[in-house]
Every structure is written in structure tokens, then in C-alpha cells.
């Protein structure tokens, strides 16, 4: 998560101020994202493989859905 969200004040450069909670019961404390096993079962890549990527497409569609 914190990764994603350095990504997207990096992509927009907006800053913007991130509140940290402690863990709720149940929530893992470590998250991994990886599509290797969709590509080795299923053969599927995403099309954009990089969370640079994603946000900056992301960020892309929004500024031209609601203006800059």
C-alpha cells in the first residue's frame, strides 16, 4: 500500500497526507501482488505490468474524465 501510494503522489505530484492505522484483527501483515500465476496457469499478462503503469493510466483517464 505504501508503495502504491508513493506511486500516485510521484504520477499526479500531488502531495497529500496519509494517515497510518494499526492493523485491524485478521488483516495480513504483509501484502504481495504478483500476476506470475495467472500468466504460468492461464497464460493472461496484464497489460500494464508495472504500478508506475497502472497509476499513470489511471491518472490519464481521470484528468480527461474530470478536467486537471
Same mark, same amino acid.
Given at each position: 500500500?505504501?508503495?502504491?501510494? *508513493?506511486?500516485?503522489?510521484? /504520477?499526479? #505530484?500531488?502531495?497529500?497526507?496519509?494517515? =497510518?492505522?494499526?492493523?485491524?484483527? !485478521?488483516? &495480513?501483515p504483509?501484502?504481495?501482488?504478483?500476476? *506470475?500465476k495467472?500468466?504460468? /496457469?492461464? #497464460?493472461?499478462?496484464?497489460?500494464?505490468? =508495472?504500478?508506475?503503469?497502472?497509476? !499513470?493510466? &489511471?491518472?490519464?483517464?481521470?484528468?480527461?474524465?474530470?478536467?486537471?
Amino acid at each position: 500500500v505504501r508503495e502504491v501510494i *508513493e506511486t500516485v503522489k510521484q /504520477v499526479t #505530484g500531488r502531495e497529500f497526507r496519509v494517515e =497510518e492505522r494499526d492493523r485491524r484483527p !485478521g488483516d &495480513a501483515p504483509i501484502l504481495v501482488g504478483s500476476s *506470475e500465476k495467472a500468466r504460468r /496457469v492461464l #497464460g493472461w499478462s496484464p497489460k500494464y505490468p =508495472e504500478v508506475k503503469e497502472i497509476v !499513470g493510466h &489511471a491518472w490519464q483517464w481521470h484528468q480527461k474524465r474530470h478536467g486537471k
